[in-house]
Every structure is written in C-alpha cells, then in structure tokens.
C-alpha cells in the first residue's frame, strides 16, 4: 500500500481522473448480477455488456473477486436462446400481431447461471455465452467466444488464422 491508503472495493474509479476503468460492484443495479470485490472493467461502465437478460428468466451473472476484464466484453444470457423443441424456432408469441401462447420455461434452452470465478482475466472483445462457467484463475484471450465451461486455471483462446 504506497502512502499508507487501502484499497476501497466501493471506489468506482479506482484510478484517480481515469473513468475508463471502474470497479464493477458498486455500480450494478441488476440483482441478478453479482459481482465480487475489486473485479474491473476496461470501460466507464458494464450492465450494457450484459445482453438478453431478462427478468423473467431468473438467471444470473455472478463474478468472482479480482477479477479483470477488458474492453468489448459479452455475457450472453438465457434471453437469447430460442425455443428448439417446435416447428419454428421464430418467436411468433413476442411479436406484435402474432397473438401466439409463450413456451412454457421448460420448453426454453435454459442453460442455468452463468459464472466466473476468482482471478479470471477475459481479453478484449470476447463472448461468454449462456450458461457458461469459466473456473478459478482461468485465462480467455482476445476475441474468443467461450461456449463450454474452461476448467480452473486454464487458458482459452481463439486459435488463430
């Protein structure tokens, strides 16, 4: 600790005149996002980079501590999967004019929580899909798209052209 300060994990700006990185848990709003202290984004903010979350759903986003993320981020949540076990997977019943019945949840692609453990460093513009569960200390390089669990204290990475 230089000149005796302690770091405060409800500092949203933790680098002084810099609002391009902030810590994440003070500022969500969502209670089905939780985030662990001292974890930080890449960007002046982050609810935005979690897409299809929807209410009804009930799933959750939950990062560990220490956590660093980069800039271009993507948690894709349950809201963006479609019905798979009917004729069409096109959701006539959320669109104006259609007059469908909604699938019940069990008729949904559910993939659960999505969670991220403690000390995960995620590259820039990366997508985490629904359901996913990326362990302790794991590393996710640059422009991958994280669609299966990535065990503890491993590296994922889109491999190269």
């Known amino acids: 600790m230089k000149d005796g300060k302690i770091p405060n994990p409800n500092t949203i700006h933790p680098i002084v005149g810099y609002d391009k990185e902030i810590y994440i848990k003070p500022t969500i709003k969502n209670k089905n ?10 960007d002046s903010e982050f609810e935005s980079h979690v897409t299809h ?26 809201g963006a999967n479609h019905q798979m ?18 699938p019940t949840q069990k008729d949904l692609p559910i993939k659960g929580d999505t969670i991220i453990g403690n000390d995960v460093w995620i590259g820039q513009n990366v997508t985490i899909m629904p359901g996913v569960h990326i362990g302790d ?12 669990d990535v065990p503890p204290y491993h590296i994922a990475v889109r491999k190269s052209l």
């Open 85 to 102: 076990n009917a004729v069409t997977t096109f959701p006539f019943y959320t669109l104006e004019g259609w007059e469908q019945v909604p």
């Open 33 to 42: 996002i939780i985030v662990g202290d001292f974890t930080y984004i890449a």
């Open 137 to 148: 200390g794991a590393i996710i390089g640059a422009n991958s798209v994280v669609a299966k």
């Open 53 to 78: 979350h929807y209410e009804f759903n009930n799933d959750k986003l939950i990062i560990g501590k220490f956590c660093q993320i980069a800039f271009g981020i993507e948690f894709v949540m349950n």
